[in-house]
């Protein structure tokens, strides 16, 4: 089926920036639906039109985008009364660019096969400029058919899209790159941590790291960052929000019958950021969990 108007839900974070990169580009009819009516009206003057309900959207539209907080919301937006699986129709395609649960994915997936709808995992990474520049990372589980559908319409919001192969790839792909972010970002805070208790200057040891087989992205964003100045603001990729991904991290492990001790070790930091009230705070802080853990200790 041609690909002649294009629907999303969820004018988030995220969402929004994607959204208004697809009106602008795609030459194609975008109409967009969320419960906060603020982004709905930025996206106006890129010519994005409000739906009225999902009922609405979904009878206006042939590609359907989701961008929600998680697998909970996703659950909702497809299996509610008033959900996606309750409206849509044969030959329409639904793409998640959220970070959701790899089973329910793949549930899902076949629960709209069976009304002749199509399916994609379309999980992004990266920063909220990266959203705005339309340089997002998009990870996409998918036959190669749909996949070569959707990529020219994932073009315009990602500069690097990958096929990580059939409905649910792009889901592990993304749940994992997110795992080995985050223990990363521990073994640097123990780093961190170790080296200026030891007497080293915090700086010196992140920049000297970064010139040996230390060096990661990790490094760079997060330690120089967040971690070595100590600046972790709410309304950025927050502690609650990294539990989120990493229990669905640690759900795939014990799906697969891999013990994950780092990822173990990475949650437990995560919920001890979560019980001194960072939970709204950048992910990164469980650094300062890391040396309260060794304060009480001693």
Known sequence: MKISKIGFIGLGVMGEPMCRNLARQCGLPV?????????????????????????????NADVIFLSLPGGEQLET?????????????MGQ????????????????????????????????ARTRQAAQD??????VGASVELFDRLKPLLDFMGSDVAHCGDVGCG????????????ETVQALSEALTIGQRAGMDGEVLFKTLMNGSADSFALRNHGMKAMLPGVFPEKAFSVDYALKD??????????????ATGALNADASLRKAQELGYGDNYWPVIVKGIAKAIDDNH
């Open 31 to 59: 109409m967009a639906f969320d419960l906060n009516p603020e982004p709905l009206a930025r996206a106006a003057q890129d010519g994005v039109v409000t739906a009225t309900s999902m009922a609405d959207l979904v009878g």
């Open 77 to 89: 937006v497809c299996r509610g009364a008033d959900g996606l699986l309750a409206h849509v129709r």
């Open 93 to 124: 395609t639904i793409v998640d660019t959220s970070t959701s649960p790899v089973s329910l994915t793949r549930e899902l997936a076949a629960e709209f096969q069976t009304k002749g709808v199509g399916y994609a995992d379309a999980p992004i």
């Open 134 to 139: 339309g340089t997002l990372s998009i990870m």
């Open 171 to 182: 889901q592990i792909v993304k749940t994992l790159n997110n795992m080995v972010l985050m």
């Open 246 to 259: 990493m229990s669905y991290a640690l759900d795939l492990a014990h799906e697969t019958g891999v013990a």
